[in-house]
């Protein structure tokens, strides 16, 4: 089966230190991966997309993320953070749903993560 | 990217009683689809929307219990029927766009 998961419930980072948010998946041929972020009482926002090429993906408000084939992983960074990143981060991967013969975002459990000043 | 206007952004409902919600997407598209996010749970798709014909429900999801419109390729709806206190949730619609998908702000439903 295709997933994708987040081995993190919470991530606590001081601020300006550098953060990592672990995604790991599983799917059948080459992944579509996708990172978005929920600030609370808000929808989801785009933060970046790996789909083929530099396996570093850059992305907004200065996040990036390491595509990791051997491993399979594709982890979210950044290097300084700052208060304003705490939010709810999810790890996607486009599937095929067979169903509606369309593809979609299956998402990981999401991960808090709580920048502290 | 499309962007997409959603409400109702939140609301208390009896339960027995029915809430549709709306997205209005700024240009056209040719799917939709609905997620439902439970409280602290991850987002889980509810079903697909495609225009000028039925949705398309994942597994455990109903058309009886979560009817969907779409009669055009910038607009759906979501109801949501019947409802008890386990329909408690937040709803997202979400449309491919070139970056990916973007997404509804959600609703916020509590059934008491």
């Known amino acids: 089966a295709q997933s994708v998961a987040q081995p993190e419930d919470q991530v606590n980072v001081a601020e300006g230190n550098p953060l990592t948010v672990k995604c790991t998946y599983s799917?059948?041929?080459?992944?579509?991966l996708f990172w978005y972020v929920q600030y609370p009482n808000r929808g989801l926002q785009f933060l970046l997309k790996?789909?083929?090429?530099?396996?570093l993906v850059k992305g907004s408000y200065g996040f990036e993320a390491e595509f990791n084939k051997s491993q399979t992983s594709f982890h979210l960074k950044k290097p300084s953070a700052l208060v304003s990143d705490s939010a709810l981060y999810f790890c996607?991967?486009?599937?095929?749903?067979?169903?509606?013969?369309?593809?979609?975002?299956?998402f990981g459990k999401g991960t808090k993560l709580s920048v502290i000043p | 990217s499309a962007v997409i206007s959603q409400k109702p952004s939140r609301d208390i409902c009896q339960r027995g009683t029915s809430l549709t919600i709306q997205c209005q997407v700024d240009?056209?598209?040719?799917?939709m689809f609905w997620y439902r996010q439970q409280p602290g749970q991850s987002l889980t798709l509810i079903a697909t929307?495609?225009?000028?014909?039925?949705?398309?429900?994942e597994s455990g999801f109903v058309i009886d219990k979560f009817p969907i419109s779409r009669p055009n390729l910038t607009f759906s709806t979501l109801t949501v029927s019947n409802m008890s206190p386990e329909d408690s949730s937040i709803y997202l619609c979400?449309?491919?766009?070139?970056?990916?998908?973007?997404f509804g702000s959600g609703t916020r439903l509590t059934v008491v």
């Open positions: 979400s449309a491919p766009t070139p970056d990916g998908y973007t």
């Open positions: 799917v059948s041929g080459n992944p579509y």
């Open positions: 790996y789909i083929t090429g530099d396996n």
């Open positions: 996607a991967v486009r599937v095929l749903y067979s169903g509606a013969g369309s593809y979609q975002l299956t």
């Open positions: 240009s056209q598209v040719t799917m």
């Open positions: 929307a495609n225009q000028g014909s039925e949705a398309t429900y």
